[in-house]
C-alpha cells in the first residue's frame, strides 16, 4: 500500500521545472516547444532541450496542438517495398528521422499507399490536416508526389533530388563522388583489378554510382571489361559473382553499388572458400546495419543520415514556420567506412 501511495507521489516534471534547470522563462521554453524560432537563439533551444532530457519532461502534446494549432507531426511516405528485411538501410534512416524530429518535438507518422491509387493518401492527408509537413524518399527527380505537392499548401521536403522546374526542397548525398572517392581509397591500398556489381534499375543514385566508378577507373588509368560490370538483382547476381570468381584472372576488389549486394557477395566468396579481405577485397555503398552483420564488416561509402535526417527535419520546420523558402536543394558530404573487408 505505501509503495502505491509513494507512485502516486511522484511529481512529473513541469514547464517550470524545464525552465529552472535551463535558466530561461517558462514563455521561452514555451517557445522552444511550439517552435517560435524568432523567439529564441540556437543555443538557448539546445539548453531547454537538453533540460527536457534531463527531467524526461513529456509536453501536453493535446495541449500544444491546440496552442499552436500544429499537429505536431511529420508525415514520412514510404513504399511497400522499402519495409522489406533486406532494406536495412531504409529502417536505419527511419530511426534516425524519428530522433532528429523528437529533438524538435515533432513526430514522425508513417504511412503508405494502395498500388492502385498511390496519390489518394496524400489528398487525404492534406485535406485532414493530419500532418504539419510531409517528407518523401526514393524520389524520382520528375516525382508524381512532388507534382502534387508542389501545387497545395503543405510544406514538404524530399530525400533526393528534384527537376528544376519543381520547388527544390531536398537533400541528397553526391553518389558520384561518393564512389569515386572509394575508389580512390581502393586503389591508393593497392587494388588494381576491379567488377562493379549494382542492382538493375534506371534511378539517378544508382547510374550515378557506376558512372563515379568508371570517373575513378579513367581517372586512375585503369578499365574494366564489359564482363565485369553487371546490374541486376536475385539469383542473377549471385550467379555473376560465381561467374567473376570463378575466372582464372579475377579481380582483386568487386566493388558494389549497395551494402546489401555487398553481403550477398561476401557470402558468395564464403561458399567458395575465399577469404574476404584478405583473398578479395568487396566494397559495399549506404554504410548502415547491414555492413555491420557481415564477417568481415564492409567497407563502404557511408551516408551520414543523422546529418541528413536533422537537415529534413531544419527545413520542414522553416517551411512550417515561414512559408516556401525558395531555398536551393543541399548535398550531405558522404564518409568512408572503414571496415576489414577491404
Known sequence: MADANNRRSVR???????????????????NVLNGRK????????????????????????????????????????????ELEIVKGFTLSFLQALIKAAARQGYQILVFTHSDSNPLAVFNELIARGNVDALIISESQVDDPRVRLLAHGKLPFVSFGRLAPDLPQQWVDIDNSDGMAMLMDY????????????????????????????????EHHG?????GDVFQGSGEAIREQVRRVLGRRQRPDAIVTGSDYIAAVVVNVCHSLGLRVGRDIA?????????????????TSVRIPLEKVASELIARCQAE?????????????PTEIFQGGSA
Open 12 to 30: 512529473r516534471p513541469s514547464i517550470d521545472d524545464v525552465a529552472k534547470l535551463a535558466g530561461v522563462s517558462r514563455q521561452t521554453v514555451s
Open 320 to 332: 512550417i514556420d515561414a512559408g516556401p523558402t525558395g531555398r536551393p536543394g543541399v548535398v550531405i
Open 186 to 217: 581502393l586503389v591508393a591500398k593497392g587494388y588494381g583489378r576491379f567488377a562493379y556489381i549494382g542492382a538493375e534499375g534506371d534511378e539517378y543514385w544508382k547510374v550515378e554510382r557506376l558512372h563515379g566508378f568508371r570517373r575513378a577507373l
Open 222 to 226: 585503369l578499365n574494366a571489361a564489359d
Open 282 to 298: 568487396v566494397t559495399g555503398f549506404d554504410g548502415g546495419a547491414m555492413g555491420l552483420i557481415t564477417e568481415p564488416t564492409i
Open 38 to 81: 524568432s523567439y529564441f537563439s540556437t543555443q538557448t533551444q539546445a539548453r531547454v532541450m537538453a533540460a527536457m532530457e534531463t527531467l524526461s519532461y513529456k509536453p501536453n502534446r493535446a495541449a500544444q496542438t491546440l496552442r499552436s494549432r500544429r499537429s505536431m507531426q511529420i508525415g514520412y511516405h514510404m513504399s511497400g517495398e
